[in-house]
Each structure stands twice: as structure tokens, then as C-alpha cells.
């Protein structure tokens, strides 16, 4: 896989921003030993956003696949049909007052539209973030439940994990 050093700057920056969020999100009463954790995954993601962000900003003329019309388009069109997908469903949610679901909800959202932004942003690695992701979504209801804990915090610790480590792996493929 040959990633553009912009886009993999930019790849590691969004997806640890998008971690960060997640930790945040796993922080509604969960388990006292989680607490470290989740504040280490957060600090980390942060940094990652930071160094991958300045690492696209020095870099920003090296070159995108996203430079081509297309492709922005069509990135363009994927992401608002994300945001318009978990939006309706949010708002249903929270209609039928289930707010409980929000976070497995959106997980589920962002895990699936990874599967059509891989090939625009020409990363096959991203199909393996949508199927983790996806899981997350899908396995998280049933895992707090088991354990008797929130599902945002199972929901956002699982998928802080999944984008740190994505976006981590990203950094090192660009290293190398």
C-alpha cells in the first residue's frame, strides 16, 4: 500500500482527532480501573492529531488523491451521507428515547461509510477499520450489558482504540 505523505499525515490526524472524541465519549461512569486508560488513549490521540496535523500542514504540496475532482466529490458525497444517516438515526433515538443507543449508533455509521471511502482515498487498510468498528458497534450493546456497564463507555473506549491504533499505524506505515 502506498499512502501520499499528505494523505497519511492527514489519515493519522482524523483518525486520532476522531479517537480523542471516543475516549471523551467512554468517560459516562466508566469502570473505576478504565478511568487511566481512557485519559492515556485521549492524551496520546491528541498528540498523534497534533504531530499527524503539522506533518500534513509542512507536507501539504506533496500531493493528495483527493487533488483529483472526483475523488473530492465523491468524499464530499460519502460524508454527508454519513452525517445525514447518523443524524436521522440519532434523532429517532432520541424521539423513542433511547439515547443509551446513540453511541453504538454512530460507531455503526462511521464504521460502514469506511468501506466506500477506502477505495477514494485509495487505503485498503480502512476496510479492516470498518470491519473493526462495525464490530464494535455491533458487539458493544451485548458486551455492557454482560458486564453491567454503560454503553458509551464500552461503544467509545472500543472505538478510540480501533482509530488510535489505525491512525498510530498509519504514522509508522508513512515512516517507513
Do not use: K
Amino acid at each position: 500500500m502506498d499512502i501520499l505523505l499528505r494523505d497519511g499525515a492527514m489519515t493519522t490526524a482524523v483518525l486520532s482527532f476522531f479517537a480523542s472524541a471516543w475516549f471523551g465519549w467512554a468517560q459516562e461512569r466508566p469502570p473505576v480501573s478504565w478511568r487511566t486508560p481512557l485519559v492515556v488513549g485521549s492524551v496520546l490521540s491528541v498528540a498523534l492529531t497534533v504531530t499527524g496535523g503539522l506533518l500534513a500542514w509542512l507536507n501539504w504540496g506533496s500531493g493528495s488523491v483527493l487533488n483529483d475532482d472526483a475523488a473530492f466529490r465523491t468524499y464530499l458525497i460519502i460524508v454527508g451521507i454519513e452525517f445525514g444517516i447518523a443524524a436521522i438515526g440519532s434523532v429517532v433515538l432520541l424521539v423513542r428515547r433511547r439515547s443509551q443507543y446513540l453511541a453504538p449508533w454512530i460507531c455503526l455509521v462511521v464504521g460502514v461509510h469506511f468501506y466506500p471511502m477506502a477505495p477514494v482515498l485509495e487505503n485498503a487498510g480502512l476496510y479492516v477499520l470498518a470491519t473493526v468498528l462495525t464490530a464494535v458497534a455491533l458487539l458493544a450493546v451485548p458486551a455492557a450489558n454482560r458486564r453491567g456497564q454503560t454503553i458509551s463507555a464500552v461503544t467509545g473506549a472500543g472505538a478510540g482504540a480501533a482509530l488510535l491504533l489505525f491512525g498510530a499505524c498509519t504514522a509508522v506505515i508513512m515512516a517507513f
